[in-house]
Structure formats: structure tokens, C-alpha cells
């Protein structure tokens, strides 16, 4: 059985689901409302597998109208509502309760605007992140956030989770590409924060909202930075015998003062288990680091040279710079697929803390000695470059008692990245798995200012209302 | 009142009983003239952490930007969103304080590619309306635990809350800069121009316009930075790029220091004048149309590519109520106390956001003690 518990269902709630079904349906058309069991089990979960739950009903609407007309008849009725965008939250951020409507954005999928003098996309939430840069790319412009996940995930999910990328170490995550929101209230009420200009008149709200996780607010259409296309990018690849001299090499190649667009780093658990899964032609080392420059043909040798002269220094087992576009290809390709070359050896749990460049080696060791005491595997695949880690806890989702394990090891992890002066979570949010972790990092004064901002947005906690804080701390207001 | 620290400050607004007015370095009076008791951070100082390899550092808010700048040259880093210092145009003496430069979201000519100073801020802590302390991020990267209060209480400029420390993520220094100018160009076409740099590949770290220059001439330049071979070769092709506006001078050799771009940052030009001066960020598109709109005899200088709009025009002049709808956001930075109690100083939001914010700042401030007024 799961560990980490959801408030009980509003049984008067589930008790009225055919009259809010209908009125759902009078207020955007029955077409766009899914209410039969069969069918609502699709939104049963997010990439958090092991927890899931069939909402009441689940929506999806075609525009900003629509879903304010949808949050209107929810907040009538009192309610709650989770915003869904593509399903790829690994935190649980659009797991449903039983007494919920899912609003789903799959059909807010269009272009509203390219501006390239302005430099900026206007686009409908549900769009997946790859599709806003195939919407710019042949005119030599991209959008800048790459999550691993960009094939699938939706601009409202990268959005309500502020989500990263490999290329974040240079173009910054969502929060500071993100120009402006059309966005729903809780109430039904529709506003507009930012625009391409890109700035506050008053209050930061685009800041606070970028990373909510679908608690301020229902997001329908944004306002994008697009940023013209380098002239070109090279991959270099490093082995080292030893995971503390790589960590010494990220610190050594940031502290130079070149500045790569991408610093990724997988141990030698994940290096076997893509090689397996793709034959990217890794090197069998302790640890891999995969540092990316961008610019021009001169330009990109000037950086890796001085880039390759630090790693000499350490005695990398193997440096490998990448002569063509297809080796740069495989160089990618292997980090590209790890995450799913680890799902063929079985089940794992990702988690997402980050810590201080200067304390990876430390914590890649602790993270290792943890494994042994927890008596459970771990790979360890992640962004070196801003310490974002990616330690990735393999166990048995069939044997009993096996899920709680994975959760206690991966709670000690996550503590360990607080005890150093890091986070809980880097890129994937707090949704239901660290929500109970929270007090961990934050003082129940810290959390109860935040709590208060939900206040402000949402005062009666209709939105996305289990996540995030913890269920105690929570519990008065939800009521 | 002058708390000794953080301690000491949540226990001074805990007791108050009317406004305090919140301080830093005092040189940047933006915004509606407040009332109350001076509350300053003044003795809140000192770097807590610097890590070069991390490119973070963390510092308590009264500490001066100058000693932060300092300690960051020393290794060859800086604070890359380039904060203006707002003393020549707004004629203020004193120190201005790290926490000010947060408060106020000041950022420079930079930002229209790096991003302004909210985009480099990773942790803040901070006293309440209530007295009490809280904290948001940390001193790392990339932090999504929680609610994002870092961004909210950048640029809340005391209004939510009084910053004691704020952790930043700095960048290394350049090893060398490049300028491209070109004379001559109106408005529309000087938009254009930088607006194709910035569409480039090359790297733009600045694009301003002055409609006059020392020679009499309208200039516009490019800034590009970083390593000495990759400016050179930079540099060279904005040339290539930008032949089709006019002739086009280039200077490399400017080194990591370059404070040429002083001008764009502190629009020091107007030091010293009368006029009120307006701060009207927008689509850098619509700018030539905002500055044909501009009252006879109003003086102009554009940032970020066309994306940020200088003005300065007879005081007490309505400029709101003469651009008319403004895709973007106008700030009357500079004018007598007598206009900004007039005029409002912050751009007007839509009513339901004006609300949302109204409803923030009594989350934060419930007893309306922290700079009542300032931000309206
Ligand atoms: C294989 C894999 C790799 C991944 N790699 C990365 C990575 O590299 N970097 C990274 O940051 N993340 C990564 N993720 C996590 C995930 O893809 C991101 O969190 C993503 O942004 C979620 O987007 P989504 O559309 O799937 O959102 P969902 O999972 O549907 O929802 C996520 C959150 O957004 C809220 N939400 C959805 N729509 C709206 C809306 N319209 N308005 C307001 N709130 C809304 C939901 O309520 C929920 O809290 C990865 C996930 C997987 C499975």
C-alpha cells in the first residue's frame, strides 16, 4: 500500500455527480465533459504511478471562455478542480480525488501570435513544449526550456511546476521565459498578468504563479520568450574512475568562467543500463559527464579547449569531443533515453533535490552509503551544472513493503540535500510526493505565508486544494 | 530606528503602532511619498556566503551594492542584470544597499537578454507587517519547493515585507567587450536595427539608442561580450548584419570593465534637470509610435532594444493620459512629491489584478505598517 495519504472524498460531493455532470454539460457542452467510470480512469494519475485515483469527472474545454464558464459552475457547487496538462508531473501535481473535476487542456492546443521584431509566441496552454519550438524553429528561433519530457508535456505543466531542461544552465528554466498568463481564477474570473514586455507594473504575480502548481489559477494562454537559434552547439564527453573528481570538474569548469549551455552527469548504474537499452557507445566508468558549448565553429573550440584542459587536469579515464553531428547525436542520445532505459530494468523512483555545485561530491557519497543502509539500488542521472540531482531509486513495486522502502530512502536523500543548503525539489515540484517533507526545509512561518498567497488567489482552496503543503497544515483552510 | 539585526528588526515593526517608512540606502525614492518613522536596514550587513564555483552568494540586505560588487570582482564575477544606480538621475547621495536593488527590481541595459534582477534572485528571508520572519528558496539554482515568494518580494519594495537577506547567482566577468554603433538612425529604423541584432545569433548583452550624441547625430549601439576571439568575431558580423542601416563603426578592446554603457544604465544624461522622467517599459515594436506620441519637447532614450522607453517631459505632465492604451507599463520615476501624489507612480493595473495585489499585501502586511501607500 501507498504511504502518502489524500483527504477523504466530500461523499455530499459525490453524492450530487449527476447534477453537477449536467451542469457542467449546460455550461460548455456535453461533448466536452467525461463522467462515465470507464473513461475517467484515464485521468486517474500522472507519472506518479503508484498513486491514482478516478475523478469525478473530467472536462475539456476548447477556450479561456469555456473554462471560465467550468470554474464558475464549480465554484457554485463547491467543487475542487485539478488542472491537468499532459499528465507527466513525476510529484503527483495532477493526481485527482475522488470528488473532482479534472480540467484538462488537451484542446487548448493552438498558436495565437508569433512575433519575431518582439521576440515572443503567444500560445494556448494544452500545446506541448516541443510543439512551441516547431512552431518557430524553420524561422531559425526556439523556446528555450527543454524538459527531458517535451514530446508529451503541455506549457501549462511547465508552467505550474516552472520546469527545467539540460539547457537551463544557460537559458534558465520556465519562471524566466515566461512573459505573461491569461488566466482563470477560481471564481471564473479571467485576468491577464504580464505581456510581452515582459514586465510588473506592481507585484511579481507572473513569479508566484510560474511554479504553483495549478493552485493560483487555471492558465490558458502565455506569452513566450523565443530566442534565435545559436549558430551551432558541440557535445564533449567525459569518463572519470571516480564520481567525487567529477563533481570537482563541474565546480572547476563553472568557476572558470566558461559558461556551457548544458552540464549533465550519470553514473555508472545508469551508463550500463542505457548502453543496454541504446548502444549510445558509453565509456563503462563511475561517472560521465556530458558538458555542451554553443557559438560559432571558433567560438565552440575556444570553449571546449579550455574546458578540456580542466578535465585533463583531473585524468579522465576518457575525453571524447564530438567531430560530427551524429556523434553529437549519440553523445545525446544516451542521456536523452535514460530515464527510460532505467524503466526497463524496473521500477524507480526519480527524485529531484538540488544542492550546492560545491557539495556534489559530498552528497553523491552520503547518496551511496544511504543505498546500502536502505538495502536498495540507486542510479544517479541529473544536471550537474546548477546541482539539480536525479538520484533514481530502483525497487519492486510488487513486493510488498517494497514502495515504503523506496519512499524512506528517498525522504533520507532529500533531507540530505536540505542538511547541505539545498532543496527538495530542483524542477519537478512538490505536488503530493514531498509534500510532507515541506517542514523539512520551511519553518511552518514560511509555509503559512504561502499559504496565504493561496488565500489571496483562491480563498475558498478549490484549486488543485491536497497539494504542496502539508495535509495538516493545510486542513483548517480546506475545510 | 536602526535594528541591530534581523532579531531586533522583526521586533521593532512587531511593535509598531503606525506606517514605517522602510530604507535602505534612501536613493532610490520611487514611489508615492510615504509617511511613518524611517526604518533602516543600514546595520544589517555583511556577505554570509560566497561561492564563486557556485556562482551564489548571500548577502544581508543593508549591505552596500559597492561592497558586493567588490567581493565579486575579486574573483572575477559579477552581478550580471547590471542594476542601475538611480543617484544621477534622481540627484540622492548615500550608499545604495543590496536589499534596495532587490526591493526595487533594479536592473540595467543587460537585462534585455540575461534578465532582470528577479530572474538571478534564489533566496530571500524577510520580516512581515507582523513582525514575523520567514524565508523562500535557498541558495541554489534551480528551486521549485513551494510557492515562488523570492519573485513576489522582488520589486515589492518593502510593501510585503522587509528583506534582511537575499542570495543571488552571479556570472563570471567577461574577458572582453565589443561595441557597434550606428549615427543617424530615426527612431523606427533604430528599432529595427537592434531588434535584427537581437534576432541574432551573436549574443547582443545590449542595444540602446540615443537620439543625440555628442556629435549632434542620433546613435545607436550594440553591445556584445565574452571571450576576446568571439567578440572580434562577433562584432564582425553585427557589422555585416547592420551595413544595411547606415555605416557602421565597431570597438573591441573594451575589456571586462567597459563603463560606456554607464549612459544607457543610470541615464545620466539627465542628471541634474527638471523635468519629470518616465520609465515605460513595452513591445520594443511599439516604441517609435510612443515617442511620436511624446509631448513637444520631451527628450527620449530607448534600452533593451527599443523594449524600454526613457522619457523626460515638463513636470506634472500627464504622459499616461497622452500615450493613451499602452501595450506595456509607464513608472513616473522622477518628480516633485506634489506629481507623484497627483499621478499615480506605478503603472495603473486592470482592476481584478489591482484587487489580487490589494489582497496580497493584507496577507502580508494585515496592520498596513510596511510603506503604506508606496505602491498604492
Ligand atoms: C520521462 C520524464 C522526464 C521528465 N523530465 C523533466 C525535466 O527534464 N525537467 C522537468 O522540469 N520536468 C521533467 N519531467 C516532469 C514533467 O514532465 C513536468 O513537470 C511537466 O512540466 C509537466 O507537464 P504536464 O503538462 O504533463 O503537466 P501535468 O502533469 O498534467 O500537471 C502538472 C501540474 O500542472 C498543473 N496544471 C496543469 N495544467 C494547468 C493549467 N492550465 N493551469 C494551472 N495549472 C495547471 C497540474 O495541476 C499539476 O499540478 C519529466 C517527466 C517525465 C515523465
Not at chain 1, 471562455?65 to 467543487?79: K, N, Q, Y
Not at chain 2, 545607436?220 to 571571450?227: A, D, H, K, Q, S
Not at chain 2, 576576446?228 to 547592420?242: E, H, P
Request: charged fraction near 20%.
Amino acid at each position: 500500500m501507498s504511504s502518502i495519504a489524500m483527504p477523504e472524498p466530500d461523499a455530499a460531493i459525490v453524492g450530487r455527480k449527476e447534477e453537477i455532470v449536467a451542469a457542467l454539460a449546460t455550461a460548455i457542452g456535453a461533448e466536452s465533459v467525461i463522467s462515465d467510470p470507464a473513461e475517467t480512469r484515464a485521468y486517474e494519475c500522472d507519472a506518479l504511478t503508484a498513486y491514482s485515483c478516478p475523478p469525478l469527472a473530467a472536462v475539456l474545454p476548447h477556450t479561456t471562455e469555456e473554462v471560465a464558464a467550468v470554474m464558475r459552475v464549480c465554484h457554485e457547487m463547491g467543487v475542487p478542480v485539478v488542472p491537468r496538462g499532459s499528465g507527466t508531473s513525476l510529484a503527483g501535481g495532477a493526481l485527482p480525488t475522488a470528488d473532482c473535476v479534472i480540467l484538462g487542456t488537451a484542446r487548448l492546443n493552438a498558436v495565437l501570435e508569433v512575433n519575431y521584431p518582439d521576440r515572443y509566441i503567444r500560445v494556448q496552454t494544452g500545446m506541448t513544449n516541443l510543439s512551441v519550438t516547431g512552431a518557430v524553429e524553420a524561422d531559425g528561433y526556439f523556446y528555450a526550456p527543454d524538459p527531458s519530457s517535451q514530446l508529451a508535456c503541455a506549457i501549462a505543466g511547465n508552467i505550474a511546476m516552472n520546469s527545467g531542461g539540460a539547457h537551463c544552465l544557460k537559458y534558465g528554466v520556465t519562471t524566466n521565459n515566461l512573459l505573461g498568463v491569461r488566466m482563470v481564477m477560481a471564481d471564473g474570473e479571467i485576468i491577464e498578468i504580464g505581456g510581452p514586455h515582459g514586465e510588473a507594473s506592481c507585484y511579481d504575480l507572473l513569479g508566484v504563479l510560474c511554479g504553483s502548481e495549478g493552485m493560483l489559477g487555471v492558465v490558458t494562454e502565455a506569452t513566450l520568450r523565443i530566442l534565435p537559434k545559436p549558430e551551432g552547439a558541440r557535445p564533449v564527453l567525459m569518463g572519470f574512475d571516480d564520481p567525487e573528481v567529477a563533481g570537482e570538474c563541474v565546480a572547476a569548469i563553472i568557476k572558470a568562467g566558461v559558461l556551457p549551455v548544458a552540464i549533465e552527469y550519470m553514473d555508472r548504474l545508469c551508463i550500463r543500463a542505457t548502453e543496454d537499452f541504446c548502444g549510445a557507445g558509453y565509456p563503462d566508468v563511475e561517472a560521465l559527464l556530458i558538458v555542451e558549448v554553443e557559438g560559432s565553429p571558433d567560438e565552440i573550440d575556444e570553449q571546449l579547449e579550455k574546458i578540456n584542459a580542466i578535465a585533463r587536469s583531473l585524468n579522465p579515464v576518457e575525453l571524447r569531443e564530438s567531430a560530427s553531428a551524429e556523434e553529437s547525436a549519440m553523445i545525446w542520445k544516451g542521456r536523452k533515453s535514460a530515464f527510460g532505459a532505467m524503466g526497463q530494468i524496473g521500477d524507480y523512483l526519480c527524485l529531484d533535490g538540488t544542492v550546492p555545485v560545491s557539495r556534489l561530491p559530498e552528497v553523491l557519497r552520503r547518496t551511496g552509503e544511504l543505498s546500502k543502509q536502505h538495502g536498495l539500488a540507486c542510479a544517479n542521472v541529473f544536471h550537474a551544472g546548477d546541482g539539480n540531482m536525479h538520484p533514481l531509486i530502483l525497487f519492486n513495486a510488487n513486493a510488498p513493503g517494497e514502495l515504503e522502502k523506496a519512499e524512506a530512502f528517498g525522504a533520507d536523500i532529500l533531507r540530505l540535500c536540505v542538511e547541505v543548503g539545498g532543496c527538495l525539489t530542483g524542477e519537478h515540484g512538490v505536488g503530493i510526493e514531498k509534500r510532507d517533507l515541506m517542514l523539512d526545509q520551511y519553518a511552518e512561518a514560511d509555509l503559512e505565508y504561502q499559504m496565504r498567497v493561496k488565500d489571496a488567489f483562491d480563498p475558498d482552496w478549490l484549486l488543485n486544494p491536497a497539494k504542496v503543503f502539508p495535509l495538516d497544515l493545510s486542513a483548517p483552510r480546506r475545510a | 530606528m536602526q535594528p541591530r539585526d534581523e532579531t531586533d528588526l522583526a521586533e521593532a515593526i512587531a511593535g509598531a503602532n503606525g506606517p514605517l517608512r522602510i530604507i535602505g540606502g534612501g536613493t532610490r525614492p520611487v514611489g508615492k511619498p510615504v509617511a511613518g518613522e524611517a526604518l533602516s536596514t543600514a546595520a544589517l550587513t555583511g556577505i554570509e556566503v560566497y561561492e564563486p564555483g557556485a556562482l551564489t552568494i548571500v548577502v544581508n540586505a543593508g549591505t552596500p551594492v559597492a561592497e558586493v560588487e567588490a567581493a565579486l570582482a575579486a574573483e572575477n564575477q559579477r552581478l550580471a542584470f547590471e542594476p542601475m544606480d538611480h543617484r544621477p538621475l534622481l540627484g540622492t547621495t548615500g550608499e545604495p544597499t543590496i536589499g534596495g536593488v532587490v526591493a526595487a527590481n533594479v536592473s540595467g541595459p543587460r537585462r534585455v537578454t540575461v534578465g532582470a534582477c528577479r530572474d538571478f534572485m534564489l533566496g530571500v528571508r524577510f520580516v512581515t507587517g507582523e513582525g514575523q520572519v520567514a524565508k523562500n528558496g535557498g541558495r541554489v539554482m534551480k528551486n521549485v519547493t513551494g510557492y515562488d515568494l523570492v519573485k513576489l518580494m522582488t520589486g515589492s519594495r518593502g510593501t510585503l515585507g522587509v528583506l534582511t537577506q537575499v542570495s543571488l547567482k552571479v556570472l563570471p566577468k567577461p574577458e572582453e567587450t565589443g561595441v557597434v554603433g550606428i549615427e543617424g538612425l530615426t527612431p523606427a529604423r533604430a528599432v529595427e536595427a537592434m531588434s535584427a541584432a537581437l534576432g541574432s545569433p551573436y549574443d547582443v548583452s545590449g542595444a540602446a539608442h540615443f537620439p543625440v550624441s555628442a556629435n549632434d547625430e542620433p546613435q545607436t549601439v550594440i553591445r556584445v561580450e565574452g571571450f576576446s576571439n568571439s567578440v572580434a568575431y562577433r562584432v564582425g558580423k553585427l557589422g555585416d548584419l547592420l551595413g544595411r542601416f547606415g555605416e557602421v563603426s565597431a570597438v573591441t578592446g573594451l575589456g571586462p570593465d567597459d563603463t560606456s554603457w554607464r549612459t544607457a544604465r543610470d541615464v545620466s544624461l539627465w542628471e541634474g534637470g527638471e523635468e519629470d522622467v518616465w520609465r515605460i517599459v513595452t513591445r520594443p515594436s511599439d516604441a517609435p509610435g510612443i515617442v511620436a506620441r511624446l509631448p513637444e519637447g520631451a527628450k527620449f532614450q530607448l534600452d533593451w532594444g527599443g523594449g524600454l522607453v526613457w522619457a523626460a517631459c515638463a513636470p506634472g505632465t500627464d504622459l499616461r493620459a497622452r500615450l493613451g492604451p499602452l501595450n506595456g507599463a509607464a513608472t513616473l520615476v522622477r518628480a516633485s512629491e506634489a506629481t507623484r501624489a497627483a499621478l499615480p507612480v506605478f503603472h495603473p493595473e486592470p482592476a481584478p489584478v489591482a484587487a489580487l495585489s490589494a489582497r496580497l499585501r493584507g496577507q502580508f502586511d494585515p496592520r498596513g505598517v510596511l510603506n503604506p501607500g508606496l505602491m498604492g
